[in-house]
């Protein structure tokens, strides 16, 4: 049985489409990502499946239970951190900690073996306020809070959003071990470049999910010859590689274009020629390995 089994879900807000007939299934065990921008329909879909909001169509299980009929044993084996914050910024890191396992009906003592590894590293600042916290730091309380009353199931928004390159690596970390522990983990990240760090992905946008597979799959699976493409003005050589006549797309990454070309082609010498015949200088061009982002960016204008 799986752990979360979802089957044609669609939820609207108005005349807004938020999920579009979305149908996926995650492993006990697994850790799973969903990887989209901002309102590709990843929080409409985490609060379907913690029993926040009900879909105007379609079944969601988890661990086999109803999330419309068997909402309140659902919430008893469901960790979920939301996207924003939402712990009580005027108590304490350690109140906040008791007033959750209380709600459970726990202690933080009766589970403090789950949590131990993420709780030392704030409990030197147990007393104080929650609000006062670091972004690294509320994540850690969030975290220790969602698994205090020891859930199966971990339901995890967009965790590492706001925080920096160091506490993003550390929260990973926290989440392979919980994996370990055989706790399943549903994730979201607006960055693709997490997507490697999951045992598979579900690439969203619109509400719609354009593939579902490992992330090596999802790479092997790109369909053009890809290049790195730089000069000394991006700007503009952005916009004289899109007039390339065998170009496919292009899109900038960082001090560099990633452009890929049509089925068949690829940049050769008549690409620098070109690039020399508009005035570009410090021209440098090589093949490069597709990664999430270019898949997600291919997948997009299909």
């Not at 469901?78 to 709600?103: H, Q």
């Amino acid at each position: 049985m799986s752990a979360i089994l979802v089957e044609h879900i669609a939820k609207h807000f108005g005349t807004v489409k938020a999920l579009d007939d979305i149908s996926f299934s995650v492993d006990k065990g697994e850790l799973f990502g969903f990887i989209g921008p901002d309102g590709a329909g990843k929080t409409t879909l985490f609060r379907i499946l913690t029993t926040l909001i009900i879909p105007d169509q379609g079944k969601a299980t988890v661990n086999g239970l109803d999330v419309v009929k068997d909402y309140r044993k659902i919430r008893q084996d469901i960790g979920y951190m939301p996207g924003r914050f939402s712990l009580y910024s005027d108590l304490s890191v350690e109140e906040n900690l008791n007033f959750y396992a209380t709600v459970f009906g726990t202690t933080v003592a009766g589970n403090y073996d789950l949590i131990r590894d993420i709780y030392v590293q704030i409990e030197p600042f147990k007393k104080r306020k929650a609000g006062k916290l670091s972004g690294g730091m509320k994540q850690k309380l969030a975290l220790c809070c969602a698994l205090i009353h020891k859930p199966s199931v971990l339901v995890l928004d967009e965790p590492t959003t706001g925080v920096d390159a160091v506490s993003r690596l550390e929260f990973w970390e926290m989440l392979k071990r919980l994996k370990e522990s055989g706790i399943t983990i549903v994730v979201a990240t607006p960055y693709m470049d997490e997507a490697g760090l999951c045992d598979r992905i579900a690439l969203i946008q619109d509400g719609n999910i354009m593939a579902i597979s490992t992330p090596s799959e999802v790479i092997k699976k790109y369909p053009n010859s890809l290049y790195s493409v730089k000069s000394d003005d991006i700007f503009s050589l952005l916009n004289d590689l899109r007039k390339f006549p065998d170009v496919h797309t292009v899109f900038a990454f960082g001090q560099a274009a990633h452009v890929s070309f049509k089925p068949g082609q690829s940049a050769g010498s008549s690409l620098q020629d070109y690039l020399q015949a508009k005035g570009h200088s410090g021209i440098i061009i090589s093949p490069v390995q597709a990664n999430i982002e270019d898949c997600f960016m291919e997948l997009m204008i299909k």
